[in-house]
């Protein structure tokens, strides 16, 4: 789903036809408000990166309050209702960099206990700035998330304002860790550990948290893109690194959501 400012949604579509998705749309916000398209026709959901509503009242606030409280075509039927019942039906959503903020202010992650509320945020970077540069990620292999099976270390690119994710609640930081939900971490590039240090974490999260998934592990959010690095020659040492795979390592989230949907993995 796009519209209203994200900006990566080619990307994502292509990097979802290239994992092996048959059938992928770009749908803006305004289509499926219209009920032009529908979010129980598909199975995978991805919220794209951008600056929805230009980061109006912080970064997605404007776009998920349009979610919750907008209505489909002939006004009967919620956008947030719709969603919910996508989610009910053990369909997948991927959101990344904005769409992850999008789900944390939705409420959907990471959604303990079947809550509905807003109970964790995605703040200013600690540099103040902008960040776009790439990172290394350390991945929770004990982590339920569909998307990250397999993996064990990712480096994708960052980009963005607001990537800091904050949980106000120590009972709440505790449940997220003993439950293996922060699946992405920044790592250094040495020694591939979670830090906190700068720039290999370039927003300053506590404990170098770069993802959140929810407890069935079907929606993730993540700050890193992997649909920019789908290809060995997105890289920016491309042409220096000899030994690295035609694929970029973005493709395998992407590719695990494929083979889940197709039941390749239980």
């Known amino acids: 789903m796009a519209g209203n400012g994200t900006n990566c949604e080619r990307e994502t579509a292509f990097a979802c036809r290239l994992a092996g998705f048959d059938s992928v749309r770009i749908a803006p916000i305004w289509d499926v408000m219209a009920g032009d398209v529908r979010f129980g026709d598909f199975q995978l959901l ?7 509503d230009g980061d109006d009242l912080g970064a997605a606030r404007a776009g998920a309050n349009r979610v919750r409280h907008a209505c489909i075509a002939d006004g009967e039927i919620r956008l947030w209702d719709e969603l919910r019942a996508f989610v009910d039906a053990g369909h997948l959503i ?22 509905q509320a807003q109970c964790v945020s995605l703040t200013h970077n600690a540099s103040g700035r902008f960040e776009n540069r790439w990172v290394h990620l350390s991945v929770d292999t004990k982590s339920p998330c569909v998307f990250t099976r397999g993996l064990n ?61 929810d407890s069935s592990g079907r929606i993730f959010g993540l700050m890193p893109h992997p649909e920019a690095f789908v290809h060995r020659t997105h890289h920016p040492r491309w042409t ?6 035609e694929e970029g390592a973005g493709l395998a989230v992407f590719r695990n959501a494929r083979d889940f949907l197709q039941g390749d993995c239980v």
């Open 94 to 115: 991927l959101g990344i960099c904005n769409g992850f903020q999008l789900l944390v202010k939705l409420g959907l992650l990471p959604g303990l206990d079947g809550q």
């Open 153 to 213: 270390h990712l480096e994708l690119p960052v980009r963005h304002g607001e990537g800091k994710l904050m949980v106000p609640d120590a009972e709440l930081g505790q449940a997220l860790e003993d439950k293996h939900l922060l699946t992405l971490r920044y790592a250094g590039a040495e020694d591939g550990l979670p830090t906190e240090i700068y720039p290999a974490n370039p927003n300053g999260s506590p404990g170098g948290a770069a993802a959140l998934c």
């Open 240 to 245: 220096r690194l000899s030994d690295l795979p």
């Open 46 to 52: 991805c919220l794209p990166g951008g600056f929805m």
